[in-house]
C-alpha cells in the first residue's frame, strides 16, 4: 500500500446507502472490476464513468448504509477509489472496506469544507488528510483492523494467519463453547 | 462489573469473564448464517486454499434471496452450495422451498436466548426476537468465520427503549418502528446494541419482536435484543428446544442513552421515498396512488401478518389498477395459511401469492417500472431498490397494505380495522377476525 495517496476527490451528502451504491441485480458477481460498471449507476449513467476519473470518494454521515453486501466495497475498490472519508460510516461497510483492502478514513470537519474535484494527499501510514494546505488528523485503527487492511483484505490476512501457526482446534481449551441446543 | 446485554453475550463468546465497551475482543459465533450469499463466500474459501470448514455444526444455509434460479449462473451458484453442503456436512441447510433464512432458522429452534449469531444479511438484527445477540457482516468474513471460528468484534454501547403503552386497532409493531426511525434517523443508533423492555415489549408477540429486531437496523444498530422472557420459552419449548438460559442486561449496567416510549397515542406511519427514516403519519401521505401493493419480507410476512391482510380483503376486491403480491415469510408460514382460509381469501380478493422467500424486496420478481409507485410491508425504500430508478417506494403496515391495496392509494388501516386481531406465535388454524366496513 502507497504511503501517500494522491488524487481528487468526489462528493457525496449524507446516508449514502448500498443499493445506490451496486443494485441487488450485480451480486451475481464479486469481481470488483465488472461491479464497477455499475457503481453508483441508479444516479445516473454517467456514475461509473465519473468514480473512475477520481480516486477518492469524500461523503457525510453513515456512508454505507443499508446491506451488508461486501460488493459496495468492492465495486468502490473496482473504480479505482482509493479511500473513502465520510463523517461517519455505517457499520457493516466499514467492515466489508477493511476486508476488502479498502482504507476508510473517519474524519468529521474535511466533508464540510471540499467540492466535487478538489484535490486530496492522504498519508495512511500518518493518518492524515491535507486539503488546500489544511491538514486533518483521522483517529487511528484498532491494531487487529489496521493488521486486515495492511495485508490487503480479509483473505490475504487469513492466508497469513494460517501460514503463521494455524488456529486453534474447537475443542481447545482456549476456545470458548458452543452455545447450542441440547 | 454491570454488563450490558451485549457485553455478557460477547464476554461468553470470546472467554471473557467481563467485558467494556469499546473493547475489541475475539468472538466465536455460535451460528454462522449464510444465504443466498453463500456461494460467494464458497468461492473466497477455495481461495484461502483450506480443506475442513472449523466447525460444520455452527453453519446454517437457507436459499432465500433467489429461490427459484433464474438463470444457469444462479442454478450453478445453488448446486455450488448444494455440493458444498454435503461435502463439508453442514446439516443446517435449507433448500429452495423453505423461506426467508432469518425467519426459518427461528421457526426451527436453531437460534437461542444469548447466543452470537452472524449472518450475511443486516437484517441478522432479526434473531434479538429471541434474546440471541445477531448482526450482519459481509461474504468475506463469513468465510473467515468457517476456517477460525473467530471474528474480531468491537465491544458496543448499549442504549435501552423501553416500550410501554397500548397500540391501538389499525396500528401495530412496523408503525411504531417506523416513527422511531423516523425520530432517530439513518443514524441515530449506529454502532449501539438496542435492547428493548417494558411492558409493551413483553405484550408483543414474538412475531411482533421479529418486526422489532428487524426495523431496528434501519437506524444502523450492531443488534437490537427484546427481553426474552416466558413467551420466548414457550416459542422454544414448542420447537423442542428446552434447554436455554436467557441473558438479560445487569439493573445497573451503564447506557449511552435510556428513553421511554408510550405506544397509545401511535398512529399509522408511512416511510416515503427514497429513505426508511422519511417518515410520515398516514395522513399526510393517504391519497397517492399506488401501482403494487407487496406484502413480503422478513419485517412483515409471518401468519399473523398475512391474517392480517386477508381480515382486511377477506370478501373484497384489489383494485384494478393494483398488483397486489403476497409472499409468506416461509414455507411454515404458507402451509398455516392454507390451514384457515387466509390464503383463499387472498387469492379470491386477487392477490399473486409467490413462493416464500425474499421475493421482490430483494429484487426478485415483482420489479417496478418507470414512474411507478409501491406500497411495501419490507424494510428497505432505497432508491431503485424494486426496479426503475424512476420508482417510488413506500414502507407501511400489512394492514395498511391491504388497506392500500384495496382503495389504489394510500389508505389509512382505520378505515377498515376497528379489532386487534389475536396474535399469537401457534402455528395453529387461523383465527376468525371481524373487520369493519
Same mark, same amino acid.
Given at each position: 500500500?502507497?504511503?501517500?495517496?494522491?488524487?481528487?476527490?468526489?462528493?457525496?451528502?449524507?446516508?449514502?446507502?448500498?443499493?445506490?451504491?451496486?443494485?441487488?441485480?450485480?451480486?451475481?458477481?464479486?469481481?470488483?472490476?465488472?461491479?464497477?460498471?455499475?457503481?453508483?449507476?441508479?444516479?445516473?449513467?454517467?456514475?461509473?464513468?465519473?468514480?473512475?476519473?477520481?480516486?477518492?470518494?469524500?461523503?457525510?454521515?453513515?456512508?454505507?448504509?443499508?446491506?451488508?453486501?461486501?460488493?459496495?466495497?468492492?465495486?468502490?475498490?473496482?473504480?479505482?477509489?482509493?479511500?473513502?472519508?465520510?463523517?461517519?460510516?455505517?457499520?457493516?461497510?466499514?467492515?466489508?472496506?477493511?476486508?476488502?483492502?479498502?482504507?476508510?478514513?473517519?474524519?468529521?470537519?474535511?466533508?464540510?469544507?471540499?467540492?466535487?474535484?478538489?484535490?486530496?494527499?492522504?498519508? /495512511?501510514?500518518?493518518?492524515?488528510?491535507?486539503? *488546500?494546505?489544511?491538514?486533518?488528523?483521522?483517529? *487511528?485503527?484498532?491494531?487487529?483492523?489496521?493488521?486486515?487492511?495492511?495485508?490487503?483484505?480479509? /483473505?490475504?490476512?487469513?492466508?497469513?494467519?494460517?501460514?503463521?501457526?494455524?488456529?486453534?482446534?474447537?475443542?481447545?481449551?482456549?476456545?470458548?463453547?458452543?452455545?447450542? *441446543?441440547? | 462489573?454491570? @454488563?450490558?446485554?451485549?457485553?455478557?453475550?460477547?464476554?461468553?463468546?470470546?472467554?471473557?469473564?467481563?467485558?467494556?465497551?469499546?473493547?475489541?475482543?475475539?468472538?466465536?459465533?455460535?451460528?454462522?448464517?449464510?444465504?443466498?450469499?453463500?456461494?460467494?463466500?464458497?468461492? $473466497?474459501?477455495?481461495?484461502?486454499?483450506?480443506?475442513?470448514?472449523?466447525?460444520? !455444526?455452527?453453519?446454517?444455509?437457507?436459499?432465500?434471496?433467489?429461490?427459484?434460479?433464474?438463470?444457469?449462473?444462479?442454478?450453478?451458484?445453488?448446486?455450488?452450495?448444494?455440493?458444498?453442503?454435503?461435502?463439508?456436512?453442514?446439516?443446517?441447510?435449507?433448500?429452495?422451498?423453505?423461506?426467508?433464512?432469518?425467519?426459518?432458522? @427461528?421457526?426451527?429452534?436453531?437460534?437461542?436466548?444469548?447466543?452470537?449469531?452472524?449472518?450475511?444479511?443486516?437484517?441478522?438484527?432479526?434473531?434479538?426476537?429471541?434474546?440471541?445477540?445477531?448482526?450482519?457482516?459481509?461474504?468475506?468474513?463469513?468465510?473467515?468465520?468457517?476456517?477460525?471460528?473467530?471474528?474480531?468484534?468491537?465491544?458496543?454501547?448499549?442504549?435501552?427503549?423501553?416500550?410501554?403503552?397500548?397500540?391501538?386497532?389499525?396500528?401495530?409493531?412496523?408503525?411504531?418502528?417506523?416513527?422511531?426511525?423516523?425520530?432517530?434517523?439513518?443514524?441515530?443508533?449506529?454502532?449501539?446494541?438496542?435492547?428493548?423492555?417494558?411492558?409493551?415489549?413483553?405484550?408483543?408477540?414474538?412475531?411482533?419482536?421479529?418486526?422489532?429486531?428487524?426495523?431496528?437496523?434501519?437506524? %444502523?444498530?450492531?443488534?437490537?435484543?427484546?427481553?426474552?422472557? #416466558?413467551?420466548?420459552?414457550?416459542?422454544?419449548?414448542?420447537?423442542?428446544?428446552?434447554?436455554?438460559?436467557?441473558?438479560?442486561?445487569?439493573?445497573?449496567?451503564?447506557?449511552?442513552?435510556?428513553?421511554?416510549?408510550?405506544?397509545?397515542?401511535?398512529?399509522?406511519? +408511512?416511510?416515503?421515498?427514497?429513505?426508511? #427514516?422519511?417518515?410520515?403519519?398516514? !395522513?399526510?401521505?393517504?391519497?397517492?396512488?399506488?401501482?403494487?401493493?407487496? +406484502?413480503?419480507?422478513?419485517?412483515?410476512?409471518?401468519?399473523?401478518?398475512? +391474517?392480517?391482510?386477508?381480515?382486511?380483503?377477506?370478501?373484497?376486491?384489489?383494485?384494478?389498477?393494483?398488483?397486489?403480491? +403476497?409472499?409468506?415469510?416461509?414455507?411454515?408460514?404458507?402451509?398455516?395459511?392454507?390451514?384457515?382460509?387466509?390464503?383463499?381469501?387472498?387469492?379470491?380478493?386477487?392477490?399473486?401469492?409467490? &413462493?416464500?422467500?425474499?421475493?421482490?424486496?430483494?429484487?426478485?420478481?415483482?420489479?417496478?417500472?418507470?414512474?411507478?409507485?409501491?406500497?411495501?410491508?419490507? &424494510?428497505?425504500?432505497?432508491?431503485?431498490?424494486?426496479?426503475?430508478?424512476?420508482?417510488?417506494?413506500?414502507? %407501511?403496515?400489512?394492514?395498511?397494505?391491504?388497506?392500500?391495496?384495496?382503495?389504489?392509494?394510500?389508505?389509512?388501516?382505520?378505515?377498515?380495522?376497528?379489532?386487534?386481531?389475536?396474535?399469537?406465535? $401457534?402455528?395453529?388454524?387461523?383465527?376468525?377476525?371481524?373487520? &369493519?366496513?
Amino acid at each position: 500500500m502507497d504511503e501517500q495517496l494522491r488524487g481528487r476527490l468526489i462528493k457525496f451528502g449524507d446516508n449514502v446507502n448500498t443499493d445506490v451504491i451496486i443494485h441487488a441485480r450485480y451480486l451475481i458477481t464479486i469481481d470488483p472490476d465488472e461491479l464497477a460498471k455499475h457503481v453508483f449507476e441508479v444516479l445516473g449513467e454517467e456514475y461509473p464513468a465519473r468514480l473512475k476519473a477520481h480516486q477518492f470518494i469524500v461523503a457525510g454521515e453513515n456512508f454505507g448504509c443499508g446491506s451488508a453486501r461486501e460488493q459496495a466495497a468492492s465495486a468502490i475498490r473496482g473504480a479505482g477509489i482509493q479511500a473513502v472519508i465520510a463523517k461517519s460510516f455505517a457499520r457493516v461497510f466499514f467492515r466489508n472496506a477493511i476486508n476488502e483492502g479498502l482504507p476508510v478514513l473517519e474524519c468529521r470537519e474535511l466533508p464540510d469544507r471540499v467540492q466535487d474535484g478538489d484535490a486530496l494527499t492522504v498519508n /495512511l501510514a500518518a493518518g492524515t488528510i491535507t486539503h *488546500a494546505g489544511q491538514t486533518y488528523a483521522v483517529p *487511528a485503527l484498532p491494531d487487529s483492523v489496521r493488521a486486515i487492511l495492511d495485508a490487503g483484505g480479509l /483473505l490475504p490476512f487469513l492466508r497469513r494467519q494460517l501460514a503463521d501457526g494455524g488456529v486453534p482446534a474447537r475443542d481447545d481449551p482456549r476456545v470458548p463453547r458452543r452455545l447450542g *441446543a441440547v | 462489573m454491570p @454488563m450490558s446485554f451485549a457485553q455478557k453475550v460477547l464476554a461468553r463468546a470470546s472467554g471473557a469473564a467481563a467485558v467494556a465497551p469499546g473493547q475489541i475482543v475475539d468472538a466465536y459465533p455460535d451460528l454462522v448464517m449464510s444465504h443466498t450469499a453463500t456461494w460467494r463466500c464458497i468461492r $473466497q474459501f477455495d481461495r484461502v486454499g483450506v480443506d475442513r470448514v472449523w466447525d460444520p !455444526e455452527r453453519l446454517a444455509f437457507v436459499l432465500d434471496h433467489t429461490a427459484l434460479a433464474r438463470t444457469a449462473v444462479e442454478a450453478n451458484n445453488q448446486s455450488l452450495v448444494r455440493a458444498f453442503a454435503a461435502k463439508h456436512g453442514i446439516r443446517t441447510f435449507y433448500d429452495i422451498n423453505e423461506g426467508i433464512a432469518h425467519i426459518v432458522l @427461528m421457526e426451527r429452534g436453531h437460534v437461542l436466548p444469548g447466543q452470537l449469531v452472524i449472518g450475511t444479511d443486516s437484517h441478522s438484527t432479526i434473531y434479538g426476537a429471541l434474546g440471541a445477540l445477531g448482526t450482519g457482516v459481509g461474504f468475506s468474513e463469513i468465510t473467515a468465520v468457517w476456517v477460525t471460528g473467530k471474528l474480531w468484534m468491537k465491544v458496543p454501547d448499549s442504549a435501552r427503549l423501553t416500550l410501554t403503552g397500548r397500540l391501538a386497532p389499525g396500528v401495530y409493531a412496523k408503525d411504531l418502528m417506523l416513527k422511531l426511525v423516523g425520530d432517530l434517523g439513518a443514524n441515530g443508533c449506529t454502532y449501539y446494541s438496542l435492547e428493548f423492555d417494558g411492558p409493551l415489549a413483553a405484550a408483543m408477540s414474538i412475531s411482533e419482536r421479529m418486526t422489532v429486531a428487524n426495523l431496528a437496523m434501519e437506524m %444502523g444498530v450492531k443488534n437490537a435484543v427484546v427481553r426474552p422472557d #416466558e413467551k420466548t420459552a414457550a416459542y422454544l419449548r414448542e420447537r423442542g428446544v428446552e434447554a436455554f438460559a436467557p441473558v438479560w442486561a445487569d439493573a445497573d449496567a451503564a447506557y449511552a442513552w435510556t428513553r421511554t416510549i408510550d405506544a397509545s397515542t401511535l398512529s399509522p406511519m +408511512v416511510a416515503c421515498p427514497h429513505e426508511v #427514516e422519511n417518515v410520515h403519519p398516514i !395522513e399526510e401521505v393517504a391519497g397517492t396512488k399506488v401501482q403494487q401493493v407487496f +406484502v413480503g419480507s422478513c419485517a412483515n410476512a409471518k401468519l399473523d401478518d398475512l +391474517v392480517e391482510v386477508a381480515a382486511v380483503l377477506r370478501g373484497r376486491r384489489v383494485h384494478p389498477s393494483v398488483r397486489l403480491v +403476497v409472499t409468506p415469510a416461509s414455507k411454515q408460514v404458507l402451509l398455516d395459511a392454507m390451514r384457515g382460509d387466509v390464503l383463499s381469501a387472498l387469492v379470491e380478493a386477487g392477490a399473486v401469492i409467490t &413462493n416464500p422467500g425474499c421475493g421482490a424486496c430483494a429484487g426478485d420478481g415483482g420489479a417496478l417500472g418507470d414512474g411507478e409507485v409501491c406500497l411495501s410491508t419490507a &424494510n428497505r425504500n432505497f432508491l431503485g431498490r424494486m426496479g426503475s430508478p424512476r420508482s417510488s417506494i413506500y414502507l %407501511g403496515s400489512p394492514a395498511l397494505a391491504a388497506a392500500t391495496a384495496i382503495t389504489g392509494a394510500l389508505t389509512d388501516p382505520r378505515e377498515f380495522v376497528s379489532e386487534r386481531s389475536a396474535v399469537n406465535d $401457534q402455528s395453529s388454524a387461523s383465527r376468525e377476525l371481524t373487520a &369493519n366496513g
